[in-house]
């Protein structure tokens, strides 16, 4: 029997129950990973000036073992190395969002669960053959540490580089997906200063960390190495709907009349007792 790489694995299973020919598996609301991933992209919403969204849904993303078996390969390596040299971290492996374009309805329900073959779907081409560093700058020119395949820990600052593409005309809606990714980390090297002519990182360390401070306002960690990074979950997202937000009660309806108000007259008063007599059929008391 093959080995199994992990439970990402297309062939674990705990992923027999997907739908055939499916690459994203849907998890229910109870799901002890779908509370981990719904709590990290809630705490790490750091945008004050963006209204907070939910999460709608979270889907488990399955890998081919050939896949997974180059990524665990990387991992161990990136342990051995770090345990050589005292870096007490190992392979330092960390979830991390990223942002791209969708152009299809992937994610928007339970139902829409298959890639698309567009080669204008990023979410799809990345979900079907992970992130391709050869990619880098196809979508933005600026490369603020170079040609590397860029993540964050703020979901936030990801949801900036989602782009609805050509789904938004084929599929309208308020909902937003973004990829959550299994990263190694490795020993990155902290940067406050743009560096666009790097295309790897400095001798000793496995990645860039830029911080918060002098040229960004918000983290993001790139590596630089194909097999560092594979996608793990989409997460669904979107605004709060009316249905989910509590009613507010208004003041005023709950308070005295104004001072500034007139009082009823003893003529406008008569003719409400006449309007409700009439409308009743019932004689009321004065």
């Not at 690459?23 to 799901?31: E, G, K, N, T």
């Not at 945008?47 to 999460?55: L, R």
């Not at 007490?88 to 829409?112: I, M, P, V, W, Y």
């Not at 990155?188 to 001798?203: T, W």
Request: glycine fraction near 6%; proline fraction near 8%; aromatic fraction near 8%.
């Amino acid at each position: 029997m093959p080995m199994i790489v992990d439970d990402f694995s297309l062939k674990h299973p705990d992923n027999r129950h997907r739908k055939r020919s499916s690459r994203i598996l849907p998890l229910d609301s109870s799901d002890p990973m779908y509370i981990q991933v719904e709590r990290l992209f809630s705490k790490n919403w750091r945008h004050g000036q963006k209204p907070k969204p939910i999460v709608r849904a979270v889907f488990k993303i399955l890998s081919p073992d050939e896949s997974l078996e180059l990524y665990a390969i990387y991992k161990s390596q990136i342990q051995a190395c770090n345990l050589l040299s005292r870096f007490k971290k190992g392979a330092n492996e960390q979830l991390c969002f990223h942002g791209t374009q969708r152009s299809c309805a992937l994610g928007d329900d339970n139902s829409q669960v298959f890639l698309c073959n567009s080669a204008e779907c990023p979410i799809c081409c990345i979900i079907r053959g992970s992130f391709d560093v050869s990619k880098c700058g196809s979508a933005h020119s600026f490369k603020r540490f170079g040609a590397g395949i860029y993540t964050t820990s703020c979901s936030s600052k990801a949801d900036d580089y989602y782009s609805p593409g050509r789904s938004r005309q084929q599929h309208p809606g308020d909902l937003r997906v973004l990829l959550l990714n299994r990263v190694v980390v490795g020993k990155p090297h902290n940067r406050r200063h743009n560096a666009p002519h790097m295309n790897q990182p400095p001798s000793g360390h496995h990645s860039v960390v830029g911080l918060p401070g002098v040229d960004l306002n918000y983290e993001e960690t790139v590596v630089y190495c194909n097999d560092a990074i594979r996608p793990a979950y989409l997460v669904v997202y979107g605004p709060q709907s009316l249905a989910d937000q509590p009613v507010k009660v208004q003041k005023d309806s709950l308070s005295p009349p104004s001072l500034n108000q007139k009082p009823m007259t003893r003529s406008s008063s008569n003719k409400a007792h006449a309007l409700l007599s009439a409308l009743f059929k019932t004689p009321l008391a004065p």
